[in-house]
C-alpha cells in the first residue's frame, strides 16, 4: 500500500502552512516562515514553489489574487484541517516522549 502524501508534514511544510493563515505572496511567506521559527527556518524560492505547487495540486492551498507578478497564495478548508492534524500529532509526540526525557535522558 502507498504511503498516503502528507501523512506528516516536512517542517517547511508546517511552516509554510502557519504563514498562510493570511494571504501572502511568496516572498512574504519565506519571511514569515522566518519570523514564526525565530530565524531558525528558512524556506528558499525551489523548495518553496515547489511545495506551493505540490499545496495548490492537493486543494490544501489555493490562489488569493494576483498584484502585478505576485501571486498570493492563502490556505484552504482541506489545508487548514491538515494543519490541525499535524499540530496534534506533534504535540502527541512531545507528551509521549515527556515522561521519558524527564528521566535524565536530556
Known amino acids: ?3 498516503e502524501q502528507f501523512q506528516s508534514l516536512t517542517e517547511q ?3 509554510i502552512l502557519l504563514a498562510l493563515l493570511e494571504p501572502r505572496c511568496g516572498v ?3 519571511q514569515k516562515a522566518m519570523e514564526i521559527s525565530r530565524g531558525r527556518m528558512q524556506i528558499g524560492p525551489g523548495t518553496l514553489y515547489t511545495l506551493l505547487a505540490k499545496f495548490e ?3 490544501m492551498i489555493k490562489e488569493a489574487g494576483v498584484e502585478g507578478r505576485r501571486k498570493y497564495y492563502q490556505i ?3 489545508g487548514l484541517a491538515m494543519l490541525r492534524e499535524e499540530y496534534r500529532r506533534l504535540e502527541t509526540l512531545v ?3 515527556r515522561e521519558y526525557m524527564r ?3 536530556l
Do not use: F, L, V
Open 1 to 3: 500500500m502507498a504511503r
Open 95 to 97: 507528551e509521549e516522549g
Open 103 to 105: 528521566g535524565g535522558a
Open 13 to 15: 511544510m508546517y511552516y
Open 57 to 59: 495540486k492537493e486543494d
Open 76 to 78: 484552504t478548508d482541506h
Open 28 to 30: 512574504d511567506i519565506s
